[in-house]
């Protein structure tokens, strides 16, 4: 036996092992040895075997620690029983690989990165950034903040959906938290049930305030990708700080692994969560009550963001907590928010009354039900009554024209889409009409797309808009760009200029020629990161005890309010994202002053100060000097 010891303050194999540690008698020797005052580490122990079957290596580091150490880490290669000793639960993704997966998955990583690919560049570019951010946070985020307008899509949509779709075979160096349910059976595996707030302890930093959780079933619109969907809260985190100034060591991004019913990942040899079909019921609602509970025990202040949620369970998920909880839901409240924000700056360049337009949406998933809601939010606070303002809106699905024969025939209804059902007798017969037959019926003067499906917004439906509509405007909401329900090309060529149109993923700049000659149009992304980062800061900078549709809404209006005339006049319904930390910043101080007005904020500055509460909470990426702490 060859032992190589260091002689340190401190240590003692107890201490680093933990009070319960099963010891061989070598061990049990050092711990003799080291509660004799010796005072030492062991930091190496090997058999004599050739192929070193029990190679031991001991420290006295634990958690991220252990991570950040190139010598100790071993990724996905920690066992169980290491997980536990060295505090790494829930730090790791959950899946258990051997030194020699791990090698073939790197060696079938470097074939992939050099096949040719539309995408792969920009791949290249996301995954060199978050080597970036694991190596130098400050720089990341002075790049991000200096250069919002050409980082923004590369951390987060629409690259961060075609890095999701490969994450398990490029995975690097885990970020966040994973909890797993285990298996829904009587194999006697819990996963993390029972444990999650000791395994929430794990974390290394206890001011955490913004917590952006999601299960990863329906990641953008890509659909079910599992853990490796791990991607998005991190992402969105990363706008958290860039846009809205919110310290990174106060962000945790986390994963709850319930399965996937993806067949592909299911399958792929390299997938890195628990390979068993979604856990449903009244399980999956239990385990995220005992992670809610966990979090709220662990930082009750922090605000909890639900992310890529899958319809119907997004909405359930949000009615569940939301009273109890400080918790929004991004795809609901978030899309919601700068859908209508982006409406009224279009409305304002129609010159018409939003109470007077008529809304076709298609897409009755969380956010379609979420931006409908929202946008009838806004003809109530114009006078309008509930029934009333609902009679403005037709929504469309995969099935067709929503109307009160599917309710009666006792069809699926996607959770608040059945507020949007056509009651009247003049649609009865419509029931399951077409996006083309809808347009043509209805004639509408908004056009919203939040179906997840490329495509849909075709030249026969764009071309019927512009024949009742001088200005039609047209949001083409869905992610990522291949998901865009059309492009912004398609959208001026085939209205000839005259759309007001706005899309979820980034385009660029486009030359059309109309009957008025060549137009140059700069096109506006719907990207909720005008909205959540503001609201988060808000909610944190108050500490609010509850996030309300009031604030939603608010957030929205002051969006809205950023839209210049010059910026209407280019065919812009949002502010240049290069102001989106003035914009963060507004958000947040009207949040604050609906919270204390509805008297759910816990902190209440005097005189109303909230402008310089919101400042001081507002962090700014710079080298401080570094002290030596003895």
């Known amino acids: 036996l060859v032992v190589a010891v260091k002689m340190i303050i401190g240590g003692g194999v107890r201490k680093m092992m933990g009070n ?135 951390v987060y949509t629409p690259t961060v959906g075609y890095a999701c779709e490969s994450a398990s075979l490029l995975f690097r160096r885990p970020r966040g938290m994973y909890f797993t349910f285990g298996a829904s059976d009587k194999s006697g595996d819990r996963g993390d049930r029972g444990d999650i707030r000791g395994i929430l302890q794990n974390w290394p930093q206890d001011d955490v305030e913004i917590v952006v959780v999601t299960d990863g079933e329906r990641i953008l619109g890509l659909g079910d990708l599992g853990v490796d969907g791990m991607a998005i809260p991190i992402g969105k985190l990363s706008l958290y700080t860039a846009a809205g100034g919110i310290h990174p060591r106060r962000c945790l991004p986390v994963m709850i692994d319930v399965g996937t019913n993806s067949k592909k990942r299911l399958e792929s040899r390299y997938y890195m969560g628990r390979r068993h079909p979604r856990v449903v019921g009244d399980e999956y609602y239990e385990f995220l009550d005992e992670f809610m509970a966990a979090v709220k025990f662990r930082f009750p202040n922090a605000l909890i963001q639900f992310e890529d949620f899958f319809t119907p369970k997004a909405e359930n998920v949000l009615q569940r907590f939301k009273h109890d909880y400080c918790c929004f839901n991004d795809d609901i409240q978030g899309t919601g928010a700068v859908a209508l924000a982006g409406i009224l700056s279009a409305v304002r360049a129609t010159k018409k009354n939003i109470s007077d337009m008529k809304i076709v949406c298609v897409g009755a998933g969380s956010a379609g039900v979420g931006v409908c809601r929202m946008i009838m939010k806004e003809f109530e606070m114009k006078g309008v009554t509930k029934n009333r303002a609902r009679q403005h809106f037709w929504m469309v699905d995969v099935d067709g024209l929503l109307t009160k024969r599917r309710e009666i025939e006792g069809k699926t209804i996607n959770p608040g889409a059945d507020i949007f059902l056509r009651r009247d007798d003049e649609y009865a017969g419509l029931e399951g009409a077409s996006l083309a037959e809808v347009i043509e019926k209805v004639k509408p003067d908004i056009l919203l797309g939040l179906a997840g499906r490329g495509g849909l917004f075709t030249e026969e439906v764009i071309g019927s808009m512009a024949t009742h509509s001088e200005r039609p405007i047209i949001f083409a909401m869905s992610n990522p760009t291949a998901n865009a329900e059309c492009t912004a090309e398609q959208a001026y060529q085939w209205t000839d200029g005259r759309a007001i149109f706005a899309s979820g993923s980034p385009f660029d700049a486009v030359e059309v020629e109309t009957s008025r000659g060549k137009k140059t149009f700069e096109c506006s992304q719907a990207n909720n990161m005008y909205i959540f980062p503001g609201l988060g800061l808000g909610v944190i900078s108050c500490k609010a005890k509850v996030v309300s549709d009031e604030m939603i809404y608010q957030a929205a209006k002051t969006l809205a309010n950023f839209t210049s005339i010059e910026d209407l006049k280019k065919g812009k319904v949002y502010p240049p994202i290069t102001d989106i930390r003035r914009v963060s910043y507004e958000i947040a101080v009207a949040i604050c002053r609906v919270a204390e007005k509805e008297g759910i904020a816990r902190v209440v500055p005097e005189h109303g100060d909230w402008e310089t509460v919101v400042k001081k909470n507002m962090w700014d990426p710079h080298y401080p000097d570094l002290l030596y702490l003895t």
Request: net charge neutral; no cysteine.
């Open 20 to 154: 319960n540690a099963i010891m061989s008698p070598t061990l049990r020797w050092l711990h003799t040895t080291t509660t004799l005052k010796s005072k030492f580490t062991v930091k190496y122990i090997a058999s004599s075997s050739k192929e070193y079957p029990d190679a031991i290596d001991i420290t006295g580091k634990d958690g991220v620690d252990v991570l950040q150490n190139p010598i100790f880490n071993k990724g996905t290669g920690f066992k169980d029983r290491e997980r536990d000793r060295h505090r790494l639960r829930g730090l790791v993704p959950p899946v258990n690989n051997t030194l020699q997966e791990q090698s073939e998955r790197v060696l079938d990583a470097m074939d992939f990165i050099t096949e040719p690919s539309p995408y792969k560049e920009d791949i290249a570019k996301h995954n060199f950034l978050t080597s970036l951010q694991d190596r130098n946070e400050v720089l990341f985020y002075r790049l991000l903040v200096d250069h919002i307008k050409e980082m923004a899509p590369l």
